[in-house]
């Protein structure tokens, strides 16, 4: 089998697995959206590209001071994983930052898929705040 086979199968196998953490992108555009079919995968075929497009999104999380981190992942991916990357990249601890979707607190273990989420949908990132006070 050639070298260039070996990468073949090497990077079909690659395809299948979910990847450790999500990809960290830079805001989509126009060109490099889900109609562009995505980028690195020219040897696809066209149905193929447009199957991975619909299976990724993009999703953007904000911070209240305007900073923005844009993330592609995949529909089933667990939010856990989109919580860590911005934490791990803002280092900031899991436990200080809380996220919210639609103003609903997304939950660790919920997905993209099960939050309705779409391509270019925001999820806002907040210092937790602890206590409270009662008269």
Same mark, same amino acid.
Not at 51 to 74: A, P, Q, T
Not at 105 to 124: G, H, K, S, Y
């Given at each position: 089998m050639s070298d260039h086979e070996q990468q073949n199968i090497t990077n079909n196998n690659q395809d299948?697995? =979910?990847s450790a953490t999500p990809a960290i992108v830079s805001p989509p555009t126009e060109n490099n959206g889900a109609g562009a079919g995505g980028e690195g995968n020219s040897d696809?075929?066209?149905e193929e590209k447009f199957e991975d497009s619909k299976n990724r999104i993009n999703l953007k999380v904000v911070d209240g001071n305007g900073g923005e981190i844009w993330?592609?992942?995949k529909r089933a991916t667990p939010m856990k994983k989109i919580m860590h990357a911005y934490c791990e990249k803002q280092s900031k601890? =899991? $436990?200080s930052i809380?996220?919210?979707?639609d103003g609903n607190r997304v939950n660790a273990t919920q997905t993209p898929e099960e939050l309705d989420m =779409? $391509?270019?949908d925001v999820i806002e990132a907040h210092h937790a705040q602890l206590g409270g006070c009662s008269f």
């Amino acid at each position: 089998m050639s070298d260039h086979e070996q990468q073949n199968i090497t990077n079909n196998n690659q395809d299948t697995r =979910e990847s450790a953490t999500p990809a960290i992108v830079s805001p989509p555009t126009e060109n490099n959206g889900a109609g562009a079919g995505g980028e690195g995968n020219s040897d696809l075929p066209k149905e193929e590209k447009f199957e991975d497009s619909k299976n990724r999104i993009n999703l953007k999380v904000v911070d209240g001071n305007g900073g923005e981190i844009w993330f592609k992942v995949k529909r089933a991916t667990p939010m856990k994983k989109i919580m860590h990357a911005y934490c791990e990249k803002q280092s900031k601890s =899991e $436990d200080s930052i809380r996220f919210f979707f639609d103003g609903n607190r997304v939950n660790a273990t919920q997905t993209p898929e099960e939050l309705d989420m =779409e $391509d270019n949908d925001v999820i806002e990132a907040h210092h937790a705040q602890l206590g409270g006070c009662s008269f």
